[in-house]
Every structure is written in C-alpha cells, then in structure tokens.
C-alpha cells in the first residue's frame, strides 16, 4: 500500500477504516518511534479511568500483579484478534515483564483510593500485599464517576439517570447503581462492544495498509504463535 499510494493513503486508511492509528508490525523494536502527543493531563484522566474500570472488575481482595493484569486486559476485551491470532497468555506476559513500569504509574492512583477509603492494603507473607476495595454503593458511584465519559453516558442510558446537586451547586447527571456487580456488568458489555468493534476496523485496516504479502506473512505468523499458546 505505501508504493500505490504513500504515507498518505495509510493515513486515510487508519483514519477512515481503521480507529486513526496505523501500526506496522515489521518495525523493529530498535527502529525509532516518535511519541505523537503526550498530554500530561490526559494521561492523568485515562490512567484514573483505567484504575477505576479494573477496581470494579476485580473481587473484593486482589494483589498488585492482578490490579495490572486487569489493567492491561481492557485493552483486550472483546478484541476478536484474541480468539484466533494472539497468545492466549499474552497479558500474563506484558504484566510479568513490565511490572516495575506499572507501579510508579499506578501508585499513585492506589494511594489516592487509600485515602478516600476506597482501597485498604494490608501487608501478608507474599512480597505484594494484599489490596481489599470496599463493595458498597457510594465506592461504586465514586469508581464510576472516575470512568471515560461515553461509557458512563450509555451506562446512563442502560441503568437509569438522577440529577445530583453538587457542593458546588452544579447539577449532574448520577448514574442509577443498584450494586458493585451491575455496574461492572454493563461496564465490561460497553467495553466488550467498542472494542470489538476497534478491534475489527482496526484489523481490516492494517492488512489493507500491510498489502495482501506482507498481511498474510504476518496474519500466519501471529496465528502459529496463537495456536501455540493454546496446546
């Protein structure tokens, strides 16, 4: 594709077909890659919204390595690719081997939902200690709150809306939570069918931006290895 048509038409590609993003899987590892954009805030926002969406996942005691892999597995949920064309341990693997790059990103995160009282850790015989979340209604809404806003707009639209005046005077729009369980429940479908649908587009992009060659040497390559992590 990039001798019929360019830079250009992998960009349209990505942008049209695809979720904006082209990635090229026979760069190396060792080539360069430019970061595009890095807002501090933003980062901010989307590691709070992560934190938040896998605390509402995970039971009510967990460890550290279990809060990350929940993290990481967002990325994943509902991802077709994952069926047929992806190492079924692969999560396992990106937590094992990045674990000192998730903590001083999330500590944070843990630190501030220690103090409002939405994590406690307790040290045990293990070298990570134990982190228990508490299950009630207002840690959910505060969990919830915390989450990107086109998911609690259709958790919204699934479960019910009340408009809560703030300390501030401002009202807003309070999702309707019956328990910690139904909002992770329509959470995980929200997230479950927009990735599914990334997913899909952003496949059908990549092997149109690839060239049926290059797609399918590489289409082979990660189903062997799939199907290897499935024996």
Request: glycine letters at 8%.
């Amino acid at each position: 594709m990039v001798l019929l048509g360019g830079a250009r038409l992998i960009t349209d590609i990505a942008d049209e077909i695809g979720v904006g993003v082209h990635f090229n899987p026979f760069v190396s590892w060792n080539d360069k890659v430019h970061l595009l954009l890095d807002n501090h805030n933003v980062n901010l926002v989307n590691l709070r919204a992560a934190m938040s969406a896998a605390v509402l996942l995970l039971p009510s005691k967990f460890i550290e390595e279990e809060l990350y892999a929940k993290i990481c597995s967002l990325s994943y949920m509902g991802d077709l690719r994952m069926l047929l064309a992806e190492d079924r341990n692969k999560v396992k693997k990106i937590v094992l081997g990045q674990f000192e790059l998730f903590r001083p990103m999330y500590k944070p995160f843990i630190e501030e939902y220690e103090t409002k009282e939405l994590l406690r850790r307790s040290l045990s015989g293990n070298t990570q200690p134990i982190i228990s979340q508490d299950g009630g209604l207002l840690a959910a809404q505060s969990l919830v709150s915390s989450l990107p806003p086109m998911v609690r707009s259709q958790m919204g639209m699934k479960l019910g809306e009340n408009k809560v005046l703030c300390d501030s005077g401002q009202v807003i729009q309070e999702i309707v939570i019956g328990s910690k369980d139904e909002a992770a429940k329509c959470m995980q479908t929200i997230l479950r069918r927009k990735v599914m649908v990334s997913s899909a587009r952003q496949a059908v992009s990549g092997l149109l931006a690839a060239g049926g060659i290059n797609a399918t040497r590489y289409l082979g390559a990660k189903m062997s290895k799939a199907w290897k992590s499935w024996r």
